[in-house]
Nanobody, 122 residues
Framework: QVQLVESGGGSVQAGGSLRLSCVASGLSDKYNYMAWFRQAPGKEREPVADIHIGGDHPAYAGSVRGRFTISVDKANNMVYLQMNSLKPEDTAMYYC???????????????WGQGTQVTVSS
């Protein structure tokens, strides 16, 4: 059974930093991509960043590029999201996800964590 558990959320002031962690268990070899998504109140869930499970090909949403960094520690089944220069608009529930990319296109994310709340005050 796949399980993703996030941690590291909290409340910070604008300009501050947080590091989110996600520990994965039960992932089969079919999963080859990991990602972070977020959902703010009243808004749809949106992708923040993703990365190949081998640690290469990181990609970011335009709104976070240059401020956030996604990384993978495959040996310990961990995925991280380092968030710097946080803004109030980054306030959201952040979710870790595991997915599969087959061929060209975008990964399909089918395993999700419960989320960790990030709140940024101005």
């Amino acid at each position: 059974q796949v399980q993703l558990v996030e941690s590291g959320g909290g409340s910070v002031q604008a300009g501050g930093s947080l590091r989110l962690s996600c520990v994965a268990s039960g992932l089969s070899d079919k999963y080859n991509y990991m990602a972070w998504f977020r959902q703010a109140p009243g808004k749809e869930r949106e992708p923040v960043a993703d990365i190949h499970i081998g640690g290469d090909h990181p990609a970011y949403a335009g709104s976070v590029r240059g401020r956030f960094t996604i990384s993978v520690d495959k040996a310990n089944n961990m995925v991280y999201l380092q968030m710097n220069s946080l803004k109030p608009e980054d306030t959201a529930m952040y979710y870790c996800a595991a997915g599969v990319l087959v061929g060209a296109g975008v990964p399909s994310y089918t395993a999700w964590g419960q989320g960790t709340q990030v709140t940024v005050s101005s």
